[in-house]
Structures are given as structure tokens and as C-alpha cells.
């Protein structure tokens, strides 16, 4: 096997690789003499099938087999040979074969691994929120539990922002009915955004048994396009109205949180642990991201162009899964409606290799007390944390969620232990409401690296 490289700029390679036809002929040879013993074909008994038949029967399709097989064997060995770490899937070109050629010659179009080292990280400022947990933080998360468990009871009066109704609707334009412009016994809660404001007006104010008729005009960038625009005509009827109804902090209150007894002080210990366990995993998420985008911000390097174009790919038929879980379909959204996700893509890309080259060069996998540790404390949470912990050990796909996190705590504490790194009080409101678009993505690519 003779083998050349070709250096095609940055990370673009190409492989020259020509192999001695005889052994491609030996090989064939061999493949069909073995056929021999076991090709049945009419009018011939088990085993006694002529070589020449079978060769010329099987011949071509064994050539393919073997061409394919000796293809993939040379490039392992000529990737080895050059010591050569392939990113992506390469593209393989065969030369054709010229009367009286002694070799089988192909060619194979990749992109390596970038050569990556981390930059300095002793500038990089780290700033990681602190936050008490006090009676204030319980009562207002005792409100927020109150208000999921609220409930709505009938009475008579006219309609108020905050109330429920019933409503029987029936919509016409220009006197024609339109798709999702009636509905009968229809429940919806006026000022939560679900009525257009011109609707939600004409409701408000509306009795039991009262029907009004009003127009509206639809806005111009309304999503049912067939009726954006358009002005329409109402009649609407109004069966019921009902006031919210929070329930009262009680013991079926507390029952109804997991309180077997209903004891109103164990509530508020349940409810505080609760919340510094959140607090305490926001807070991580919030000091991960910006570790994250402290690696990035001291390493340069440019990542492989498939491996950005594959990740892509994969977050647009994401996307347009989770569009569909919704009842839409991608098809009928204008282009412009999906972003590019290049931009993303080429980031979890570099991130996964950052990471990748920081475990490996820092020794940072995940012990297995470590593992452990993150088992137990997760399976806390839970009622039988025993049983909890058994389900995860008997799973390896189970585990490698809980290696991602450990992992990731040791990417973090090791950039911690080199950052410039600050407190600051954060605001309970503030801490409870943050959610990290990149977190997930991220994750992702610390499993990778793992």
C-alpha cells in the first residue's frame, strides 16, 4: 500500500492511497472458492456448484464487497500510519482503473481535529450570586403554590379581569363562517393574554345569560393567516363567570405539598429545603455558564467545518420536532421563521472540544466516589432515596447523565480555582426566574467529552 498527504489548508486534509490490485484479485479469489462449499443454485447438489459459474454469477457483487472492505481497512491503517485524528465523516473519490493498472487507487477528503490549547483564564471574571433563604423567600413561594392550586367558583356578577368565563362565540367575515371562529362552552381566564384585547374588552363587563355582538379587526401579522387583516364580526354569549378561589394555608394545604400530617411547620421546613436546593442549582447553572464562556473566550482555534455543519442539522431537525409536538408543521412557516442555526451549532461544537481537551489533558473524568455522592445527593429528593440510587446503578445510560454532571462540576472547580472570582447578593425574584438557554447545549457537550 503506498499512501501520500495532502495538506488542503487549516484542518482539510487528503489522503492519496493506491493498493496493489493482486491482493484485491487474491481476495476475490478467496470469497468465491469459500461460495463454493455453500451456494446452492437449480441443478446442482450442495457443494458442487462450478467455480466458473459462481464466479461469474457472484463475481461483480464480491469485487464491490471486497473493494469496500479493503477501502475502509487501508484508511484505518493510513490514518494510523500518519497518525491522524479524522473529524467527521470523510469523502471517499476512486480513481478510475486504466487498461493494464497495477493498483487500485483512491482518494479520501477530510477534516482533522484542531490542535487546541486553553488560554490564559487568570483574567477571566467569574461572578457567583449568594443568596439567603428567609421567611420572606417561603411566603412567597407558599403564594405562588397557593395560586397553582387555585380554583374557580360560579357566582353572579359582571365579568372582571382575573375571572373565568364561558363563552359560546360564533365569528363571520363579510357574513362567511372561518375556521376557529366558533366555539361553544369555551373556558378562558380574561387578562391572561389568550383573547385578543379587542375580545377580551367586549367580554369584560358581560353577565350570565348576556350576548353581545361587536367587530374586530384582526392584526396584520396575526398567526391564522387566512384571517390576518381582516375585519370580523362576533356574537357572543356569555354562560358563566367565576372568581379565582386560593385555597386557605391549612393542613389540607399541607397535605396536599406532601405533608402527611399536615403539620404547617414541617411544611415551611420542607418548602425552605426545597428552595436552597434550587437556589443552590440555579446559582451552579449561572457560575457554569459563565465558565463556559470563559473557556471559549481564551481558546482560539477554528472547529471542523462537517462537525459544524452535522450539529446544525441536528438542532433544525430538533427544532422542527419540537414544532411538531406543538401541531405545527415547519412546511407551512416562512423560511425566515426558523433561524439559522449555524451560529449555535459552531459553538457546542468548539465548547465540546475545549471541553474534550481540558478533561483529557487536566485528568478531570468523574471518580467513582464522585459519581456516588452525586447519586445520593440527587436521589434526596425523592422519597426512597435507596431505591432511587439501585435504579441508577443499574442502568449505564442512567449513570452517564449523573458523569455529565460530575464532570461538569470538575470543569467548573478547576477554572474556579484559576478565575477571578467575586460574590455578589442576588435577588430572590431575580435567581428564581433565570433560566440558561445554554445549559442544555452545553451539558451535551460535556457528555461528549466524557
Avoid: C
Amino acid at each position: 500500500m503506498q499512501v501520500s498527504l495532502e495538506n488542503m489548508g487549516n484542518l482539510e486534509r487528503r489522503l492519496n492511497v493506491a493498493v496493489p490490485l493482486q491482493e484485491i484479485d487474491t481476495e476475490v479469489e478467496n470469497r468465491l472458492k469459500n461460495m463454493v462449499r455453500t451456494v446452492r443454485l437449480h441443478g446442482f447438489r450442495p457443494g458442487k456448484v462450478p467455480y466458473k459459474i459462481i464466479a461469474r454469477q457472484y463475481g461483480g457483487q464480491v469485487r464491490q464487497e471486497v473493494l469496500g472492505d479493503k477501502l475502509q481497512r487501508t484508511f484505518g491503517d493510513a490514518i494510523a500510519e500518519q497518525k491522524l485524528r479524522v473529524a467527521g465523516p470523510p469523502k471517499f473519490e476512486a480513481k478510475p482503473l486504466a487498461d493494464g493498472a497495477q493498483d487500485f487507487e483512491y482518494s479520501a477528503t477530510f477534516e482533522i481535529y484542531p490542535d487546541i490549547e486553553v488560554g490564559d483564564l487568570t483574567n477571566a471574571a467569574i461572578t457567583r450570586p449568594q443568596l439567603t433563604i428567609g421567611e420572606a423567600e417561603i411566603d412567597k413561594t407558599i403564594a405562588i403554590l397557593r395560586k397553582q392550586r387555585m380554583h374557580f367558583e360560579p357566582l353572579q356578577r359582571a365579568a372582571e379581569p382575573g375571572d373565568q368565563v364561558t363563552i359560546d362565540y360564533h365569528g363571520a367575515i363579510e357574513g362567511a363562517e372561518f375556521e376557529g371562529g366558533q366555539g361553544k362552552d369555551f373556558n378562558v381566564v380574561l387578562g391572561e393574554g389568550r383573547l385578543l384585547p379587542v375580545f377580551e374588552q367586549n367580554v369584560s363587563g358581560m353577565q350570565a345569560g348576556e350576548s353581545k355582538t361587536f367587530d374586530l379587526d384582526f392584526p396584520a401579522d396575526y398567526h391564522g393567516r387566512e384571517v390576518a387583516g381582516k375585519k370580523a364580526s362576533f356574537k357572543v354569549t356569555l354562560k358563566q363567570v367565576a372568581a379565582p378561589k386560593l385555597p386557605d394555608i391549612d393542613a389540607e394545604f399541607a397535605k396536599s405539598l406532601g405533608i402527611a400530617d399536615g403539620d404547617l411547620d414541617k411544611m415551611r421546613t420542607e418548602i425552605k429545603t426545597n428552595l436552597e436546593r434550587e437556589a443552590g442549582r440555579r446559582i451552579q447553572a449561572r457560575v457554569k455558564d459563565q465558565v463556559m464562556q470563559a473557556l471559549l473566550d481564551a481558546t482560539s482555534f477554528s472547529p471542523p467545518r462537517i462537525m459544524v455543519e452535522i450539529d446544525a442539522q441536528r438542532l433544525k431537525e430538533n427544532a422542527i420536532r419540537d414544532l411538531q409536538t406543538r401541531g405545527i408543521k415547519a412546511a407551512d412557516l416562512p423560511p425566515e421563521a426558523l433561524p439559522s442555526f449555524n451560529e449555535p451549532a459552531r459553538r457546542r461544537v468548539m465548547l465540546g472540544l475545549i471541553l474534550a481537551e481540558v478533561v483529557k489533558s487536566k485528568d478531570l473524568q468523574p471518580q467513582p466516589a464522585q459519581m456516588r455522592a452525586a447519586v445520593n445527593e440527587h436521589a434526596r429528593s425523592f422519597e426512597d432515596p435507596e431505591q432511587v440510587v439501585k435504579w441508577y446503578y443499574q442502568s449505564t445510560e442512567r449513570l452517564r447523565e449523573i458523569e455529565s454532571m460530575v464532570l461538569e462540576n470538575n470543569v467548573v472547580a478547576w477554572v474556579l480555582k484559576r478565575a477571578k472570582v467575586g460574590d455578589e447578593l442576588i435577588d430572590f425574584d431575580e435567581l428564581m426566574g433565570h433560566q440558561s438557554a445554554k445549559q442544555a447545549s452545553d451539558r451535551d457537550e460535556l457528555r461528549g467529552a466524557a
